[in-house]
């Protein structure tokens, strides 16, 4: 069964406008990444955030982590329409090997 | 700088066939990844090595079988294919227990 939910499913917003799309999971995690996925494509990694990490910034994205309530949110500023894609968070779980579980993903549509 | 090729990008099969998917990995990485993303799903995974052993296995069919060879590269050998196997398949790589590397992914259609 997949750990990580992902909220909202969908989002359509314009360019400029903040996207934010949240991650939830269920174990405890040694890291979470965010992905994106132009569709049908490749999975194109965007940032890490550690387990002891509460936020994270990478140009216009910023992760955030609150491991108390398992769950991490990714904020795109200043969206472009370059940014549609859809996005998944992925864990790794503290047991076991490294293999990521991923979330539902986020379809993010940016509109002109 | 060198990224994770996967072969084929695009395979079209009929039910019952077999097929072969391979992935090279980024020189060094010693651990590669097997993830299978169907239609509108999340990327699941399905099977992992590590110095050319299995180190992790996950909802992969039985009627699938992987390996890792000397060279660090992965085969993934799919039998009596079905219908619902059409998917992307992803390959990834990394250092151990490390930031895994996506190949662009092969594209399977059963017909």
């Known amino acids: 069964s997949q750990q990580g939910e992902e909220d909202p499913q969908a989002l359509s917003i314009q360019e400029g406008e903040n996207a934010t799309m949240n991650c939830s999971y269920k174990?405890?995690?040694?890291?979470l990444q965010w992905y994106r996925q132009n569709s049908g494509r490749g999975l194109v990694h965007l940032i890490l955030?550690?387990?002891?990490?509460r936020e994270k910034h990478s140009g216009r994205l910023r992760v955030t982590l609150d491991t108390s309530k398992k769950s991490s949110s990714l904020l795109i500023t200043a969206s472009r329409a370059a940014d549609t894609a859809s996005y998944f968070c992925?864990?790794?779980?503290?047991?076991?090997?490294?293999?990521?579980?991923f979330g539902t993903g986020t379809r993010l549509k940016v509109l002109a | 700088a060198a990224g994770v090729i996967q072969s084929p990008r695009h395979l079209i099969k009929e039910k019952r066939e077999t097929a072969t998917l391979k992935c090279y990995p980024i020189?060094?990485?010693?651990?590669v990844y097997w993830y299978q993303q169907g239609p509108g799903q999340d990327p699941q995974f399905l099977i992992s090595?590590?110095?050319?052993?299995?180190?992790d296995k996950g909802s992969i069919p039985d009627r699938f079988s992987a390996q890792q060879f000397s060279d660090y590269h992965s085969e993934l050998n799919m039998s009596s294919l079905e219908l619902g196997d059409s998917a992307l398949y992803f390959c990834?790589?990394?250092?151990?227990?490390?930031?895994?590397?996506f190949g662009p992914g092969t594209r399977l259609t059963v017909l």
């Open positions: 990834a790589s990394s250092p151990p227990r490390d930031t895994q590397y």
């Open positions: 174990t405890s995690i040694n890291n």
């Open positions: 955030i550690r387990s002891n990490e």
């Open positions: 992925a864990t790794t779980p503290t047991s076991g090997t490294y293999k990521y579980i």
């Open positions: 020189p060094r990485h010693d651990t």
């Open positions: 090595f590590y110095e050319k052993m299995q180190s």
